[in-house]
């Protein structure tokens, strides 16, 4: 089973830059793909970005030239650089793995005041 846990959310004014992080650990053999998904109260999960093991990205519209996303394979961790952040990017974004069965991360809160 894996576990993965998010950090490097908070507070940010509009314009501004968070990068997340998510590492992943447990008993597993392998991650395949890893993303980050977001969530606000009241509405469905939404993809944001993910990344295959190989390095293959793919974005959602909303955040395509603002976000950045990467992974270090060795050391089992995924990252999502945000930049230019908007305060329709305030959710709940989570991390997850496919190993391959899909896991998911608690969430880390991200705010874009305006």
């Known amino acids: 089973q894996v576990q993965l846990v998010e950090s490097g959310g908070g507070l940010v004014q509009a314009g501004g830059s968070l990068t997340l992080s998510c590492v992943a650990s447990?008993?597993?053999?392998?991650?395949?793909?890893m993303g980050w998904y977001r969530q606000v109260p009241g509405n469905q999960r939404e993809f944001v970005a993910d990344i295959t093991r190989g390095g293959v990205t793919n974005y959602a519209d909303s955040v395509k030239g603002r976000f950045t996303i990467s992974r270090d394979n060795a050391k089992n961790w995924v990252y999502l650089q945000m930049n230019s952040l908007k305060p329709e990017d305030t959710a709940v974004y989570y991390c997850?793995?496919?190993?391959?069965?899909?896991?998911w991360g608690q969430g880390t809160q991200v705010t874009v005041s305006s």
């Open positions: 447990g008993s597993f053999s392998r991650i395949g793909g």
């Open positions: 997850s793995a496919d190993t391959p069965s899909r896991a």
